[in-house]
């Protein structure tokens, strides 16, 4: 049984930091693909950020230069570090896990919610103008 719990989301304001963690169990070692999506108020979830099981990271544009995904498998936690937070980064983030696709005889992860089969119940980040 997967299981994904996000922290660390909380209100700051626009310029300001923050850092998510996913503590996350029950997930294959091999060949999966964990990140973070969001979803604002009225607007449909995207993706983040993805890391896959070999540590390659993928971006959305709206993340690259100010996120920053890791992981620390030692401790079994997924971070976003997120600096120079906008106003319009304000939404609920979710963690989210799932296997990587096969294709073209390699294995990857595409930054779309479609990647994931299981999700933590989220985490509300507010940025204030």
């Known amino acids: 049984q997967v299981q994904l719990v996000e922290s660390g989301g909380g209100s700051v304001q626009s310029g300001g930091s923050l850092r998510l963690s996913c503590a996350a169990s029950?997930?294959?070692?091999?060949?999966?693909?964990i990140g973070w999506s969001r979803q604002a108020p009225g607007k449909e979830r995207e993706g983040v950020a993805v890391i896959d099981s070999d540590g390659r990271t993928t971006y959305a544009d709206s993340a690259k230069g100010r996120f920053t995904i890791s992981q620390d498998n030692a401790k079994n936690t997924l971070y976003l570090q997120m600096n120079s937070l906008k106003p319009e980064d304000t939404a609920m983030y979710y963690c989210?896990?799932?296997?990587?696709?096969?294709?073209?005889?390699?294995?990857?992860?595409?930054?779309?919610?479609?990647?994931?089969?299981?999700w933590g119940q989220g985490t509300q980040v507010t940025v204030s103008s």
């Open positions: 989210a896990a799932g296997l990587a696709y096969y294709g073209g005889g390699y294995y990857y992860c595409v930054i779309q919610p479609s990647q994931y089969t299981y």
């Open positions: 029950g997930h294959t070692r091999r060949n999966y693909c």
